[in-house]
């Protein structure tokens, strides 16, 4: 029985010591995060070259659709002086027609006659004769052979105002194949990540991320966020302070967007567009910064102006013994805070704003459960890690307290 209970119990102090683990079970050593700091340089390298790639062809498609565009104003240019050629012709065949009405009744009248046929055969003789047909017969060939012209004319400036119809048709469709090639490739290049560090600022904080853990003394093959928790728990300043619940982050405002069709985070707006911004839970400043966002055409594809670089603090909680991050992009300006601050709900830490790439003034968002400066993950496996935040706050559409 005694042997039985021995079991039980080292079973349980097992299980407790897993669940007391403050880090994910997904994180790595530093021996691991280094292999994964060569890969994802490797690929961030890739990528660098991917995004020149497209931003060469969308230059290339752009440069298209300008030529395009000035074909097409070419071509309604060139169908605009056809259509006046045919209006000038139309008015041309009446004036002559009508010129061949009047010498023709001169002709009538001068003689006294009603016909053609009555003023020929009026001659005196012969010679008179054959002189009255031929004016007759010059001023009909006269009269049917500017018809004829005339009516020729019409005709080619019409066929031709019709292929150039067809044209410009042609350009067009041409134009918004273009233009969908064009978002085809800008959508590859942009997903909607609102705080997306620049290919340099990722590899640069990969980098300084293994710097960082060594510099905390973590063994080589030691779990880097557990030797993170390790070394602040043991910390002069003392350990960082646990999270009882989560608040929202501002006292008054709207849901503007959740984590939907690729969004990394919620957007949340106010009525007061300048409204302090507050921790969602007590914790530590890990990190204040500006993201790399300036004016890349990925940004201005999705309609967003870039007013510079969005102003992002993030903190560091302690929940149930592990650490998350919670981010806070799009700034207006910075609370009183510094790296290393620890801060509660009530601590302001920024005002609300649009700084960055944004379609207006609103916060973003952003939950993980590690961070890519100096929180033991690259960008992209932070990307994978994201917490839904309703899933730890309740937003309803609209609310006035935290």
Known sequence: MTKRLLIVVAILLVTVSFL????????????????????????????????????????????????????????????????KEIEDSEKEIEKKSEESKNIISYYQIANGENSYLEYAFGANDITDMIYRLSIVEQLTEYNDKVMRELEELIKRNQEAQKELNAKTEELKALKVNLKKEQARIEADSAQIKESMPSIEEQIKSAQSSV??????????????????????????????????????PMENGYLVRGMTGGHLGYDLSSNDKAIAIYPIAEGS??????????????????????NGNAKIVVIKHNYNGKYIYSSYVHLRS??????????????IIG?????????????????????????????????GRLINPGSLIKFPSSWSNR
């Not at 997904?26 to 890969?39: G, L």
């Not at 991917?50 to 070419?74: F, H, P, R, T, Y």
């Not at 510099?215 to 910390?235: F, K, M, N, T, W």
């Not at 649009?354 to 932070?382: Q, R």
């Open 285 to 306: 400043v890990h990190a204040i910064y500006t993201d790399s966002c300036t004016s890349e055409y990925w940004c201005r594809s999705m309609g967003y102006s870039c």
């Open 211 to 248: 710097k960082y853990y060594k510099s905390l003394g973590c063994g080589a093959s030691e779990d880097i966020q557990a030797c993170e928790y390790r070394v602040s728990q043991s910390s002069s300043s003392g350990s960082l302070p646990s999270v009882g619940f989560f608040s929202r």
């Open 334 to 347: 910075y609370g009183n805070i510094n790296v290393g601050s620890i801060v509660n709900k009530n601590t």
């Open 20 to 83: 007391a683990l403050p880090v994910d079970t997904v994180a790595k050593t530093i021996q691991e995060f280094e292999a994964e700091v060569s890969k994802y340089t490797q690929e961030l390298e890739n990528k660098k070259a991917n995004l020149a790639k497209n931003d060469q062809e969308v230059e290339e498609i752009m440069k298209k659709i300008a030529s395009i565009e000035n074909q097409i104003k070419e071509t309604e240019a060139e169908i605009e002086r056809l259509q």
């Open 351 to 383: 005002y609300m704003g649009t700084s960055g790439c944004s379609s207006g003034s609103h916060l973003h968002l952003e939950i993980s459960s590690c961070h890519w400066k100096n929180g033991g993950c690259s960008y992209s496996a932070y990307t």
